[in-house]
C-alpha cells in the first residue's frame, strides 16, 4: 500500500446499507424474534468517518456485523460500489472481505496470544497479497508498523500479552490494512482503552482517513467521541435511526429526545464528574423481543403523546443534511404534535 493510495473520490459513496434488517429467532415459540435492527440506512463515503451511535443493545454491532457480512440481513441490502452484495462463500467473498474490514472491540480478544506480531501481519499479507515474498513481505510487514506508528524492530516479534491496549488496538489496524481495504468498520475501538491512549487511536484512524481516502464506520456510545471523529453522526435507538446529520449539528442542537438524552448525559469536561443537566428522560430501553408500537423511544420520551405511542415517525428532513424521525418534526402530525419546547430546533419552511 503506497503513501499516496486512494481508494475512491472524496465523498464518492464506497459501501451503503439500504433498509438493512435483522431478526434472529428465538428458538422458542413460533414466530418470536429480537427486532436488532429494523430498516437501516447508511451511506459510508471514501475519506469520511460516519459514526453510529446509541445505547448497549440499540444495534450498532449488528449493522457493522450486517456490512461485514458476518450476519445476513433478514431484509433489506448491503451495496458495494452500488452493486448488491450477495457473495456468501468462495473468490467473491474473500474479495468483498479484502474490501471491507472490520475492527473489533476487545484488543485483547482479538490477537491469538499463541502468535508474534510478525506471525500475525504476514499471515494477512499473504492471504491478501499473497505474490509477496521474502525481502518485499519483510518491507510489507515494515510498512504496516510503521503506518500505524509502532517502531518496527521494537514490536514485530513480540507476543500480544507483552504489548499494551493500545499497541494491541494498532497491531489489530495494522491488520485490517494488510488487505488494502476500501472500508473500516470500527466496532467501538477505543472502549476497552485506557483514557489516556484513546485519543491516540482517533488520531491514527483519522490520519488513515486522510491519507488513504479510506471510508470509516465508527461504532460508538460515547457521542463527544463521534463529535470529535466523525464527519457525519447517525443516532440509533432500539434499531432504528433516529437522527442524522453533520457531527457539529447533531450534538450542539440535537433535535430527537433520544438524541438531547446522549448528549446531556456526556460528561462536562468543565466539571469533572458531573454531566450536562437533566434529560426528562426516564426508564430503560425496551426489550427488542416485543419493541413498543409507534416512536420505540416513547415509553422514555417526556414529550410522548398518542400519536406517539401509535404510529412510527418517519426520518424527515429538518435542514441541510439533517434528519430526525420525530413527530414534532412531521408536517402531517397535526394538532397531535408533540410540545417540544425550547428542545425543537427550528424547521425550515
Known amino acids: 500500500m503506497t503513501e499516496t493510495a486512494v481508494r475512491g473520490q472524496a465523498g464518492e459513496v464506497v459501501l451503503a446499507a439500504a433498509g438493512v434488517t435483522k431478526h434472529f429467532p428465538t428458538g422458542g415459540r413460533r414466530s418470536a424474534a429480537v427486532h436488532a435492527v429494523d430498516g437501516v440506512d447508511l451511506a459510508l463515503r471514501a475519506g469520511q468517518v460516519v459514526a453510529l451511535v446509541g445505547e448497549s443493545g440499540s444495534g450498532k454491532s449488528t449493522v457493522a456485523r450486517l456490512l461485514a457480512r458476518l450476519y445476513l440481513p433478514t431484509d433489506g441490502e448491503v451495496l458495494l460500489?452500488?452493486?448488491r452484495v450477495t457473495a456468501r462463500r468462495g473468490g467473491a467473498f474473500r474479495a468483498y472481505c479484502r474490501r471491507v474490514q472490520m475492527i473489533f472491540q476487545d484488543p485483547f480478544a482479538s490477537l491469538n496470544p499463541v502468535h508474534t506480531v510478525r506471525y500475525t501481519l504476514t499471515r494477512s499479507l499473504r492471504i491478501h497479497q499473497s505474490g509477496l515474498r521474502g525481502a518485499e513481505l519483510e518491507a510489507a510487514l515494515r510498512a504496516l508498523l510503521q503506518r500505524v506508528q509502532l517502531q518496527p524492530e521494537r514490536y514485530v516479534d513480540k507476543f500480544p500479552h507483552e504489548l499494551s491496549g493500545g499497541q494491541r488496538q494498532r497491531v489489530a489496524i495494522a491488520r485490517a490494512l494488510a488487505a488494502d481495504p476500501e472500508v473500516l468498520l470500527a466496532d467501538e475501538p477505543i472502549s476497552m482503552l485506557d483514557v489516556s491512549i484513546r485519543i491516540g487511536i482517533l488520531n491514527l484512524l483519522q490520519d488513515l482517513r486522510d491519507r488513504l481516502g479510506i471510508a470509516i464506520l465508527y461504532i460508538t456510545h460515547d457521542i463527544a467521541s463521534a463529535r470529535y471523529f466523525a464527519d457525519e453522526i447517525n443516532v440509533l435507538?432500539?434499531?432504528h435511526v433516529v437522527e442524522s446529520g453533520d457531527g457539529e449539528s447533531v450534538t450542539q442542537q440535537p433535535a430527537h429526545p433520544y438524541t438531547q438524552l446522549l448528549v446531556r448525559s456526556a460528561p462536562d469536561p468543565e466539571q469533572l464528574g458531573s454531566t450536562t443537566g437533566a434529560t426528562g428522560a426516564r426508564g430503560e430501553p425496551p426489550s427488542m423481543l416485543n419493541?413498543?408500537?409507534?416512536?420505540?423511544?416513547?415509553?422514555?420520551?417526556?414529550?410522548?403523546?398518542?400519536?406517539?405511542?401509535?404510529?412510527?415517525?418517519?426520518?424527515?428532513?429538518?435542514?441541510?443534511?439533517?434528519?430526525?424521525?420525530?413527530?414534532?418534526?412531521?408536517r402531517d402530525a397535526g394538532g397531535d404534535r408533540p410540545d417540544l419546547g425550547d428542545a425543537r430546533v427550528a424547521v425550515p419552511a
Open 81 to 83: 460500489r452500488g452493486q
Open 291 to 330: 419493541p413498543p408500537a409507534g416512536c420505540r423511544f416513547h415509553p422514555r420520551c417526556p414529550f410522548a403523546t398518542d400519536l406517539c405511542r401509535t404510529r412510527k415517525p418517519e426520518l424527515v428532513a429538518i435542514g441541510a443534511g439533517r434528519t430526525v424521525a420525530c413527530w414534532g418534526y412531521a
Open 237 to 239: 435507538y432500539a434499531g
